[in-house]
């Protein structure tokens, strides 16, 4: 009988009710006892589709081909904000190959962004948005009726300065004004104020991050088809329900009308989590056209309109006694997110999370501005928030003569400070002797004094991290028998490139019995009606491995017991093992595919479904970062010499895999920390830098000696497999960490990433300045 | 690459803007001639991926700032956005889809799955063709020789470290 529960799921630090129905009895967990008996679970697995990966035969989005297909691309505004005056698109609709023109002269109005504007609005709030798709017979052919479309703009008083934007007169980006629900989120537990009175030791500061810009190698992009009555859409996203949800929406149609299929994507980062107008433009062209239609951004336009992170500024307070322990924590932020935000950023979280602390205060204030909307990217917030509160952190150990490290154990978090609730479990204090372990923390001075000569000088510096990445329901899972002996799990989730499918093919074959080989896992299309969350938060494995683990053993269960009438064998001496059914009476071993032979086309199908998270626990990833960095004060120059990372994220299912994932989470934190970042020239009101000559990602060049380890940690009350996820936790303490051990080697802290050659050597002139004139004492 | 910021002024009609007429062209890729017409603006990436149907090759940025459409002429590495079809004609190209033989992996491919030399997958022909390229040329690559090789192939999921032990992997395969 199916049992309906109501359950609390956490997704980016929100927390949000669902509702999920389960079948079956409640699955035993793959608790550290079972990890002797694994043959897939826990062992490097070179991924499933790896093949198509290295051959070219991988289908992106950017990939598809249909017969008869349109390309469209699209007009941007050049203004920060403007009104159209006058549209004309009569020239590019005569160029020949021009097959349609949308604009806000013909197409539906259709809402966006939380009806804050329309699919084609009339009103542009920054320079980039949509005002045209030109759809064409050739590529080239759109580049030519883009020139020919003729657009008056009037423009209208923009702010791009978020401190600017809430001053009370500066121009409005809506009506309803520059702050994001006219309020800033404020968070507040204890009294602040007695804290601070508390403490015998303040330090404070104010930070400044940058905007920085996914640069997802494949651009967003879509293609939309019509096959009879039913949109068929391919598209580049990390959600394919939440972008059929979203277009069937836009265009009116009921979902089961609207197919949407991912298999392979060039990355996401957070920025594709929903449809974008892209999408809906393309399905609205192939409508009227009659042929399917690839929309694509281009390198520019993916760094104008397609997410970023948001700057902020940032002021932290901190009070702690003089042994170390935090009374108080204030942090108010101001978070950038751009002409349009679909919920509030928030660069608090690691504050109220991350360390024991009686009294706390948070305030995000997310404004408006004439730029693009910003988006998560990967584990948005607390990149920007941990790089501060760390900082801080450093400074209050300095202040009491007190090892980072130790001051981090003196208010390490044996409950969550939010919920009051234990953990799971918790490997934070794991990871800081590990990750200690193999930086040589203890012998960091020792190693500075020797090592830093001339105009180099060395130094260390450490980061925590926490995370959510407890995944949770709803996520449904089939796996089917199938008559050649075969299984197929079939589920609704994306594999962006973390290594889903070859993770959820281990959890299968190791829950049914069956060899790796004989797994096949289909996902990325929303026909097969078997729902799973979007892959983002950190929530894909932990979310879907439990339901595709509750299937495979359903359909073990169902094939025993079909398998123990057709062999003639007692199901209780029945047994699976690598594909093969075993009379445990006296050994032998008979396929599975021998009792389909008898069957014919019969085809065993089981049901899985993702269980709630426990009510009474918290759970979380955990993990530490140590940077070793080198900078040279007549340059500037932060050469990073070695990272080291240790996190604690559960069971590991896959130790290869997983180690891409901490060391990419890595080096992005790396350029976070020294060279990314999104210029805007303030007086024009633009992005001077959308390309990637000008952006500066990491090339392999850029990427130092980079330790990383798992503390492996099966987590049994998390959910049946003892995961939890790991995309975004190897993010967020990089830059922080990085941040630290260059303030070490310096001697003052630089409060303002990235910290290029520019901004180091700026820093460093005006203290030879204020030395000059006798103002040096009291550095730091 | 749309021009964002700035709009030309036209005061051409629509049909010359169009361009010069499509024209036939020939390509020796992998192997094999093909030929097809297309008008002469037409980049040697545009060729593979529209009118060869080879989408190994992926379009990252259309003005050789990514590596994505690295593709081999006359063995050497090219960004094939930054090249015309028309150019590219009696040379030698080789995609990624030309790689593989008799459908085994070359034993680049086979390193960089054996390593994880990739994530999302989107930059990897490009990778591997510079790797492949490399090795072909300097069988006994230093970590430098391997890193200058690739430097220009950017990779956002950051499977750089993964992409340096594939390299010497291969290396330490292929026949000498």
């Known amino acids: 009988m199916p049992k309906v529960i109501k359950t609390e799921v956490e997704f980016e630090g929100r927390f949000y009710e669902e509702y999920i129905v389960l079948e079956g009895e409640d699955l035993s967990p793959w608790g550290p006892d079972r990890d002797r008996d694994f043959r897939l679970v826990g062992k490097p697995q070179p991924r499933v589709d790896g093949p198509e990966r290295v051959t070219g035969a991988a289908k992106f989005t950017h990939d598809v081909r249909l017969p008869g297909m349109l390309y469209g691309r699209i007009l941007r505004c050049p203004h920060p904000h403007a009104r159209i005056q006058r549209l004309d698109t009569s020239k590019a609709e005569k160029l020949s190959g021009v097959r349609l023109v949308l604009s806000a002269e013909n197409a539906p109005e259709i809402p966006w962004r939380m009806g804050l504007t329309k699919l084609f609005d009339r009103t542009l709030r920054y320079a980039g948005e949509e005002v045209a798709l030109v759809v064409a017979d050739e590529e080239e052919i759109c580049y030519d009726a883009l020139e020919l479309i003729e657009v008056e703009y009037k423009p209208l008083p923009f702010v791009v300065d978020p401190e600017k934007a809430l001053e009370p007169n500066a121009p409005k980006v809506h009506e309803s004004g520059n702050l994001l629900n006219g309020a800033p989120e404020v968070y507040e537990r204890g009294d602040l104020q007695k804290g601070f009175e508390e403490a015998d030791v303040v330090v404070e500061g104010t930070f400044r991050t940058q905007s920085v810009l996914h640069n997802c190698m494949e651009t967003h992009g879509s293609v939309a088809h019509w096959e009879g009555d039913t949109l068929v859409i391919w598209d580049s996203t990390q959600h394919i329900f939440g972008v059929r949800a979203q ?117 995000d204030y997310s ?120 299984a197929t799990v079939i589920t609704g989730t994306q594999d962006i490139g973390t290594g889903t499918r070859t993770a959820l093919a281990q959890i299968a074959a190791e829950a049914l019995g069956f060899p790796l080989e004989s797994i096949r896992v289909e996902l990325g299309d929303t026909q097969w009606g078997v729902y799973s969350p979007l892959s983002a938060g950190s929530m894909t494995l932990a979310s879907v491995g439990p339901a595709v683990r509750a299937a495979a053993e359903d359909a073990r269960s169902q094939l025993l017991e079909v398998g123990s009438q057709v062999l003639e064998i007692p199901r209780d001496a029945l047994t699976l093992e690598n594909g093969e059914f075993v009379d445990s009476r006296d050994g032998k071993r008979s396929p599975v595919r021998t009792i389909f032979e008898k069957l014919l086309n019969y085809t065993i199908v089981g049901q899985g479904a993702r269980g709630p998270n426990p009510e009474d626990k918290n759970v979380n990833t955990f993990g530490a970062q140590f940077a070793q960095v080198e900078v040279d004060l007549e340059t500037g120059t932060v050469k990073v010499e070695r990272m080291v990372a240790v996190h604690e994220s559960g069971r590991v299912i896959n130790p290869l895999t997983i180690r891409s994932q901490l060391y990419g989470g890595i080096i992005q934190g790396l350029g976070y920390a020294l060279m990314e970042r999104r210029l805007e020239d303030p007086r024009r009101g633009i992005v001077v830098n959308p390309s990637l000559e000008t952006y500066k990602v990491p090339t392999i060049e850029d990427v130092p000696e980079i330790v990383a380890e798992m503390v492996d940690l099966p987590d049994p009350e998390a959910n049946p497999l003892g995961v939890k996820g790991v995309g975004e936790p190897p993010i967020i303490p990089t830059a922080a960490a990085v941040a630290n051990a260059v303030a070490d080697a310096l001697g003052f802290r630089i409060h303002e990433l990235p910290l290029t050659r520019d901004r180091v050597l700026t820093e460093l002139l005006s203290r030879d300045q204020d030395r000059g004139r006798g103002r040096g004492e009291g550095d730091r | 690459m749309v021009k964002v910021f700035e709009k030309r002024e036209s005061t051409l009609g629509a049909a010359d803007l169009a361009g010069p007429d499509p024209v036939s062209l020939s390509l020796r890729v992998n192997g094999q001639t093909f030929s097809f017409v297309a008008e002469p603006r037409r980049t040697l990436l545009d060729a593979l991926r529209y009118d060869l149907g080879l989408t190994g090759a992926k379009k990252g ?116």
């Open chain 2, 61 to 176: 940025c259309d003005e050789g700032t990514c590596g994505a459409c690295t593709v081999l002429l006359n063995g050497k590495p090219v960004y094939s956005c930054l090249l015309l079809a028309v150019e590219c004609q009696g040379h030698e190209i080789e995609t990624i889809e030309g790689l593989a033989k008799g459908g085994k992996l070359h034993p680049v491919q086979e390193a960089f799955v054996e390593h994880d030399a990739l994530q999302c997958g989107f930059c990897t022909p490009g990778q591997i063709l510079s790797i492949k390229a490399l090795l072909d040329e300097n069988p006994e690559p230093t970590e430098e020789d391997i890193k200058r090789a690739v430097s220009g192939n950017l990779c956002r999921c950051g499977a750089y470290p993964h992409i340096v032990e594939a390299a010497r992997a291969a290396a330490k395969k292929l026949p000498r």
């Open chain 1, 367 to 486: 404004v408006f501005t004439n730029l693009g909307p910003f988006s998560a990217f990967r584990a948005p917030g607390y990149v920007e928030g941990t790089f501060a509160l760390e900082a801080m952190m450093d400074e209050l150990a300095r202040k009491l003569s007190l090892d980072p490290l130790e001051l981090r154990l003196r208010n390490y978090a044996e409950v969550d400070p939010i919920t009051n609730k234990p953990y799971t479990t918790k490997g934070l204090r794991a990871a800081y002797e590990r990750g200690a372990q193999l930086i040589d923390w203890e012998e960091r001075e020792r190693v500075k004094k020797e090592r830093s000569r001339g105009t180099k000088r060395i130094g260390f510096g450490m980061a925590s991290q926490i995370w959510g990445g407890s995944g949770g329901p709803p996520a449904y899972a089939l796996v089917k028998i199938n008559p050649d002996g075969t």
């Open chain 1, 247 to 363: 277009v069937a929406q836009a265009l009116g149609l009921p979902l089961h009308r609207v197919r949407v299929i991912k298999q392979y994507m060039g990355g996401g980062f957070g920025s594709k989590n929903a449809a974008g107008k892209y999408t809906v433009m393309a399905a609205l062209a192939a409508q009227r056209t009659g042929r399917p239609v690839q929309v694509l951004l281009d390198r520019f336009e993916e760094n104008l309109a397609a997410g970023n992170r948001p700057s902020t500024v940032q002021t932290l307070k901190l009070g702690a006694t003089r042994e170390g322990r935090l009374t108080a924590i204030y942090h108010k932020s101001i978070l950038n997110v751009g002409a349009y935000a679909a919920w509030p950023a928030s660069a608090s979280g690691p504050t109220k999370r991350l360390y024991e602390c009686p009294n706390v205060k948070t305030e």
